[in-house]
């Protein structure tokens, strides 16, 4: 059964930094593209950034430079690091695995983590 | 970027009743579209690909159709639990881009 369980979510400063961790089961992590998607509260989906099986990694406009997405083969885990958060950052971030060679059409879904960006 | 432009926003409906939802793309990039339905709480659930195809263990009451720019996703015979808010998703190219989502109530 494929699990994905996000964490390290929480409330934090504008400027503030986190990372998030989601750890996958389930299936063979290091073959599949994963990515990282989001939703603001009372509001729809966006996809934030994916990275590829090889490493390779993409970021929607509105946290590139901010955002490193990254991955350990060896502990079946994806990252999402956070940095010079903004309030608009506020929401619940999932994590997702791409399906295959269609890497953007998201299969299997984490429960999600809240970050709130507020002072 | 892909625009996703879908509609209605809300919609309500009763038990039995056949319902269609629509997503207009800015530009044409295939069949690559899929539709997810997600619970208040919960994270969304991939139902339907490449436009037509039912995921797994997806109820045959829920299809899809379209090509070009315009996808519908249509639930016949609504069941109480349909109740939901419905997003259509290109992943043709990044950033795969979601529609503004419909809240089904029945």
């Known amino acids: ?119 | 970027d892909i625009q996703m432009t879908q509609s209605p926003s809300t919609l309500s409906a009763s038990v039995g009743d056949r319902v269609t939802i629509t997503c207009r793309a800015s530009q044409t990039f295939g069949i690559w579209v899929a539709w997810y339905q997600q619970k208040p709480g919960k994270a969304p659930k991939l139902l339907i690909y490449q436009a037509s195809t039912l995921e797994n263990g997806v109820p045959s009451r829920f299809s899809g159709s379209g090509s070009g720019t315009e996808f519908t996703l249509t639930i016949s015979s609504l069941q109480p639990g349909d109740s939901a808010t419905y997003y259509c998703q290109q992943y043709y190219t990044y950033p795969c881009t979601f529609g503004q989502g419909t809240n089904l109530e029945i």
């Open chain 1, 1 to 119: 059964e494929v699990q994905l369980v996000e964490s390290g979510g929480g409330l934090v400063q504008p400027g503030g930094s986190l990372r998030l961790s989601c750890a996958a089961s389930g299936f063979t992590f290091a073959s599949q593209a994963m990515n990282w998607v989001r939703q603001a509260p009372g509001k729809g989906l966006e996809p934030v950034s994916q990275i590829l099986s090889g490493g390779a990694t993409v970021y929607a406009d509105s946290v590139r430079g901010r955002y490193t997405i990254s991955r350990d083969n060896s502990r079946d885990t994806l990252y999402l690091q956070m940095n010079s958060l903004r309030v608009e950052d506020t929401g619940v971030y999932y994590c997702a695995k791409g399906r295959g060679g269609n890497d953007k059409l998201f299969d299997y879904w984490g429960q999600g983590t809240l970050i709130t960006v507020s002072s």
